[in-house]
């Protein structure tokens, strides 16, 4: 309009940042700002990123070491991408996937609905390698935030890449 002044400064995520309008940047939508959902929301990132983290190596290794067997050897399932279509019929491996993730969610949804805090988001007793000082397992928790997001990240393009050569790895051309 007329009256207002200029837009000078740099736009940085959807906000005006400048002399004349100074604003808060807030992320996210307004429903996940929300004060009692966070927690489960950085639970699941968690459980995502862990879940990732164990995927890439699971997409990784088969490509180099098999299970004894004519049928799950490199001739019989030459690229690991191939090894769901290879042994859904034959051997029920979706039904046991599920019923195996169902029994797993199962014993740690009870923590997750009575522990509804951050401090422990995805903490399931395993610490006996964190550092004792609190410092110290701020970082490792901040590094496995980190590493998980990157994970997630890392197996989709990894899966993508897969699928799209139908190479082993390194998946390339």
């Known amino acids: 309009?007329?009256?207002?002044?200029?837009?000078?400064?740099?736009?940085?995520?959807?906000?005006?940042?400048?002399?004349?309008?100074?604003?808060?940047?807030?992320?996210?939508?307004?429903?996940?700002?929300?004060?009692?959902?966070?927690?489960?929301?950085?639970?699941?990132?968690?459980?995502?990123?862990?879940?990732?983290?164990?995927?890439?190596?699971?997409?990784?290794?088969?490509?180099?070491?098999?299970?004894?067997?004519?049928?799950?050897?490199?001739?019989?399932v030459p690229v690991s991408i191939d090894a769901h279509t290879a042994f859904a019929g034959q051997t029920g491996v979706n039904a046991q996937i599920l019923f195996w993730i169902m029994i797993l969610e199962l014993c740690c949804a009870k923590?997750?609905?009575?522990?509804?805090?951050?401090?422990?988001?995805?903490?399931?007793?395993?610490?006996?390698?964190?550092?004792?000082?609190e410092e110290g397992q701020k970082r490792m928790k901040t590094a496995e935030l980190k590493n998980a997001r990157l994970a997630m990240l890392a197996f989709g393009g990894a899966i993508t890449q897969a699928v799209l050569t139908r190479h082993p790895f390194p998946w390339l051309y």
């Open 1 to 76: 309009s007329e009256g207002s002044p200029p837009r000078t400064g740099h736009r940085l995520r959807g906000v005006w940042r400048g002399p004349h309008r100074q604003r808060q940047v807030r992320t996210g939508p307004a429903w996940c700002r929300e004060t009692h959902l966070v927690p489960y929301f950085r639970e699941a990132e968690l459980k995502h990123g862990r879940l990732c983290m164990l995927a890439y190596v699971g997409l990784v290794v088969p490509d180099f070491v098999r299970l004894p067997g004519e049928k799950f050897s490199f001739e019989a």
């Open 111 to 133: 923590k997750v609905f009575e522990w509804n805090s951050l401090e422990v988001a995805g903490d399931y007793g395993l610490t006996n390698m964190f550092p004792k000082d």
